[in-house]
C-alpha cells in the first residue's frame, strides 16, 4: 500500500484539506523548536544553581581553614574562588532586559511581540494594537514566532551559555590554585 505525504505543496485531489496539515506541521516544528529552547534555559539555571549551593557550602569550610597556617592561602583562594563563581552563577540566571534606548532604537519591525522584553515597555491597547494583525495573519504569525526563536537564541541563551561557561571555567580554574596554594604551603613547612 502506497502512503502519500500529506505535507508536501504539490496540489492532491485526495486530501482537499492539504494546507491545514502544512500549518498543522509548520506549528509543531516552531512550538517543539521553542520548548527545546525553554528546557536549555531551564537546565542552565540549574546549573548555575547546583554551582550556588555547592558554592554556599565551600564558603564555611574554607573559613574554618583560614584558622590553620598551613592552609592559610588555599583557604583564601577557596573564599574567593566560591565568591567569584557565586557572583557568575547570579549573573548566568538573572534575565537579561533590554533598556529603554535599545527598545526606542528597535526598527518597528524589529521588535518582538512575542518577548517580555518588548511587551513591557508598550501599554496594553499599544500591544493589542500591534500583535491583532500578527494573531490574525499566518504569515505574520510564523515570522513573530521565528523572531521569537532568533530572539531566544540570540539574546538569552547566547547570555546564559557565556556565563555558566565561565562559571565552571573559574570554579576549576580557583579551586585547582587554592589547591596548588595549599599543597605548596603545605610542604613548605
Given amino acids: 500500500m ?22 498543522l506541521a509548520r506549528g509543531q516544528i516552531l512550538s517543539s523548536t521553542v520548548n527545546k529552547l525553554n528546557n536549555a534555559i531551564r537546565l542552565i539555571d540549574q546549573k548555575a544553581q547546583v554551582m550556588l549551593v555547592i558554592n554556599s557550602i565551600t564558603i564555611p569550610i574554607g573559613l574554618s581553614w583560614i584558622q590553620k597556617d598551613q592552609f592559610l592561602l588555599g583557604a583564601i583562594g577557596v573564599i574567593f574562588t566560591a565568591m567569584w563563581t557565586m557572583f557568575f552563577s547570579i549573573v548566568a540566571i538573572y534575565p537579561r532586559s533590554r533598556t529603554m534606548k535599545k527598545i526606542k532604537d528597535h526598527k518597528p519591525n524589529r521588535s518582538n511581540l512575542l518577548h517580555w522584553g518588548d511587551i513591557w515597555s508598550m501599554s496594553e491597547d ?20 521565528l523572531k521569537d526563536i532568533y530572539d531566544i537564541s540570540r539574546n538569552v541563551l547566547r547570555h546564559k551559555f557565556f556565563w555558566i561557561r565561565f562559571t565552571y571555567y573559574s ?12 599543597s605548596y604551603e603545605f610542604y613548605k613547612q
Fill in 171 to 182: 570554579f576549576f580554574l580557583g579551586n585547582a590554585t587554592a589547591i596548588l596554594l595549599a
Fill in 126 to 145: 499599544e500591544y493589542l494594537e500591534k500583535i491583532r494583525p500578527v494573531v490574525n495573519d499566518v504569515t505574520l504569525l510564523t515570522e513573530a514566532c
Fill in 2 to 23: 502506497e502512503t502519500k505525504d500529506l505535507t508536501t505543496s504539490e496540489p492532491n485531489e485526495d486530501f482537499p484539506n492539504q494546507k491545514r496539515w502544512e500549518g
